[in-house]
């Protein structure tokens, strides 16, 4: 909740809570600025998703090659489907429009159709409200003038600096969490001489085949062990089923996701978020898809009860006394319910 209140806005993921937890430890230690590396995964393709767009249009090429898609799985080990080398499943998962490789979008368009599925736990009114809403359409119109001319790196660079750097990772994980606790941070590789000289080097200075910040490691030798600097990328998050949903849940979010609650604030189908919250108690094939949509409904339900339906303060981490307060017409006017 206390990830909630600082974000101030809906989150997908749940990694702005180890930000803060780990902002808290850094000023419980007397430490009140830190130097941080936002910016490098962005300036020197150092995320998966460089890498996941070279290997899905180096798969384009063979579109039923059944060796290709296996690359995934040096990016994903820890994924089910890469476990069982299902190819089926790496097709259904990873081959959403895998041949539109001359779509300005194309290195994103996987991630941002995998987020929408959201839209599928929608209530009515919202959906409606949304109807013929065309995000990609509108984000094209701010496109630089020549940028079908760049490279395919540069471009996925472009869109995750523009739209996930500067709209999340700085913002709901980075700054907000930090500040949270009083923690300032410092950014080295965000300095503009440090971005400008990066966007000038080749492409191959930073992915070299699927070698990320391939000019950052070299520069690194002999200044860190090697063991830091050659392990493989690990996700920043925190787990969602055991946090949300085992016997030391708490208490809040059973009232939060309650039919009660979802009904009343009306942001998404109280169907729809029930199958979904049985889903992932019954442990049954939840997906990465499955764990974005709970934290999306549970923190925008999380937002609007602290915001909107009933504005409170967080009291502590270990326990909120929330309140649904819905409210019903009668002759005599409004009668307000509270749901403890």
Same mark, same amino acid.
């Given at each position: 909740?206390?990830?909630?209140? $600082? ?50 249009? +180096? ?7 059944? *060796? ?39 290195s994103h368009l996987l991630r941002w159709h995998n987020t929408s599925r ?73 300095? +503009? ?11 191959? +200075? ?49 009232? *939060? ?8 604030f009306g942001l998404f189908h109280p169907g729809k978020v029930d199958l ?42 270990? $326990? ?21």
């Amino acid at each position: 909740m206390n990830t909630v209140w $600082h974000t101030e806005s809906p989150i997908l993921r749940t990694s702005p809570t180890p930000m803060f937890l780990l902002s808290k430890k850094v000023r419980e230690s007397n430490i009140k600025v830190v130097i941080t590396g936002e910016g490098a995964d962005e300036i020197l393709a150092g995320y998966n998703i460089f890498k996941e767009s070279k290997i899905r249009r +180096f798969w384009a090429k063979e579109p039923n090659s059944t *060796i290709r898609p296996k690359l995934l799985g040096k990016l994903y080990p820890y994924l089910p489907m890469m476990k069982d080398s299902n190819n089926i499943a790496l097709k259904m998962f990873f081959g959403y429009k895998l041949s539109e490789t001359g779509n300005p979008f194309y290195s994103h368009l996987l991630r941002w159709h995998n987020t929408s599925r959201i839209k599928n736990y929608f209530s009515g009114d919202i959906a409606s409200t949304l109807d013929g809403y065309d995000p990609l359409a509108s984000l094209s119109s701010d496109l630089p003038g020549n940028f079908m001319n760049w490279s395919d790196l540069a471009k996925s660079q472009y869109l995750e600096s523009t739209i996930f750097m500067s709209g999340y990772l700085l913002s709901s994980q980075g700054d907000r969490m930090a500040m949270g606790n009083s923690i300032e941070g410092r950014y080295p590789f965000l300095d +503009f001489r440090v971005i400008e000289f990066c966007t000038n080097l080749p492409d191959n +200075f930073k992915l070299n085949c699927l070698n990320e910040k391939f000019l950052l490691k070299k520069m690194s030798i002999g200044k860190i062990p090697e063991s830091i600097s050659k392990r493989p990328k690990q996700a920043y998050r925190a787990p969602i089923a055991k946090s949300f949903f085992d016997s030391e849940a708490p208490g809040y979010i059973s009232e *939060i996701l309650s039919e009660t609650a979802i009904k009343s604030f009306g942001l998404f189908h109280p169907g729809k978020v029930d199958l979904l919250i049985n889903k992932i108690k019954a442990q049954k094939n939840i997906s990465e898809i499955d764990q974005m949509a709970i934290a999306g409904i549970l923190s925008t339900q999380i937002l609007y009860k602290m915001f909107i339906n009933d504005p409170v303060t967080p009291e502590s981490d270990s $326990h909120v006394n929330f309140k649904i307060v819905t409210e019903s017409e009668s002759n005599t006017g409004k009668v307000k319910t509270v749901v403890q």
